[in-house]
C-alpha cells in the first residue's frame, strides 16, 4: 500500500496520557483527549475481588486507583465518542467480567482487547468472538517467559491466519517495515508501543504501523495530522 493511499496512523495515548497525568486515571484520560488522540490505552487487573485500572497489582496495593467500572463511565461520555479503546488485560482469569462491564458501559464495540497472555485472548474469542483482540509482545525477557523467543514473525502470521489475533501490539524494537508488511499481508494491524521519543516516532511512521503508543500525544503534533 503506498503512503498516498495508507490510512492514517492512529494516535494511542498511553494509560490515557501517562506523561501529562498519573496513567491509568480520570485526569489521564481528560489529558489525552484534549492532546487529540484517536485511542486510549488503559490496563485493567484485579485487586481484592474487584477489577481496576491499574498496571500490576502491587501498583494497585500502593495507590489509590480507579475501579473499571467508574473508568468506563467516565469514557461513555459524549465526549469520547470519536475516540476508541484499547483494553490491556495484565493477567488472565476476569476476560468474561471485563467483558460483561464493557458491554454494560455501550463500548465492546468501540474497543480492542490486548493482553500478552495468548490464553486470555483464546477466552475472550470464545466469549465473544466479535470482538477484536491483539496480542502484546515485549522485550527478550517477556517474549521468553511467553514463548515468543523463536520464530516470532512466522508464527504469528500462523496465528493471524487461523484467526487467533487481529492485531499485534509490538514492543517499538521489534517493529520494522518487514514485520508491518507480513503482519499487514495477512490481514492484522501492527501496533509499536510505548514511543516518547520523536525521533522514534518519525522511524516507525516509515514502516506502516497502524497506530503508535505514547505517553506524551503531544509528541505526535502535527506529523500525525497532516
Known amino acids: 500500500?503506498?503512503?498516498?493511499?495508507?490510512?492514517?496512523?492512529?494516535?494511542?495515548?498511553?494509560?490515557?496520557?501517562?506523561?501529562?497525568?498519573?496513567?491509568?486515571?480520570?485526569?489521564?484520560?481528560?489529558?489525552?483527549?484534549?492532546?487529540?488522540?484517536?485511542?486510549?490505552?488503559?490496563?485493567?487487573?484485579r485487586h481484592r475481588g474487584r477489577l481496576v485500572l491499574a498496571h500490576s497489582r502491587l501498583e494497585a496495593r500502593r495507590h489509590q486507583v480507579v475501579p473499571l467500572a467508574a473508568g468506563l463511565a467516565h469514557l461513555s461520555d459524549p465526549r469520547f465518542a470519536h475516540v476508541t479503546f484499547n483494553v490491556d488485560l495484565k493477567r488472565p482469569g476476569y476476560e468474561l467480567q471485563t467483558l460483561d462491564l464493557l458491554q454494560a458501559a455501550g463500548l465492546t464495540?468501540?474497543?480492542?482487547?490486548?493482553?500478552?497472555?495468548?490464553?486470555?485472548?483464546?477466552?475472550?474469542?470464545?466469549?465473544?468472538?466479535?470482538?477484536?483482540?491483539?496480542?502484546?509482545?515485549g522485550g527478550w525477557i517477556s517474549r521468553r517467559r511467553h514463548r515468543w523467543n523463536r520464530g516470532l514473525t512466522q508464527r504469528l502470521v500462523v496465528a493471524v491466519e487461523a484467526g487467533r489475533f487481529d492485531c499485534l501490539m509490538a514492543h517499538h524494537g521489534l517493529v520494522d517495515a518487514d514485520l508491518v508488511t507480513r503482519m499487514t499481508a495477512c490481514g492484522a494491524e501492527v501496533y509499536a508501543w510505548t514511543v516518547d521519543s520523536q525521533i522514534l516516532i518519525e522511524r516507525l511512521l516509515l514502516t506502516g504501523v497502524a497506530g503508535i503508543t505514547t505517553n506524551d500525544p503531544r509528541l505526535f503534533g502535527a506529523r500525525l495530522t497532516a
Open 109 to 137: 464495540d468501540r474497543c480492542l482487547i490486548s493482553s500478552q497472555f495468548a490464553r486470555s485472548l483464546d477466552r475472550v474469542r470464545r466469549l465473544d468472538p466479535g470482538v477484536r483482540v491483539g496480542i502484546s509482545v
Open 1 to 45: 500500500m503506498s503512503s498516498a493511499t495508507r490510512a492514517p496512523v492512529k494516535r494511542v495515548g498511553h494509560k490515557g496520557a501517562g506523561q501529562l497525568a498519573p496513567g491509568n486515571t480520570v485526569a489521564s484520560f481528560e489529558a489525552a483527549l484534549a492532546a487529540g488522540v484517536d485511542v486510549i490505552e488503559f490496563d485493567v487487573t
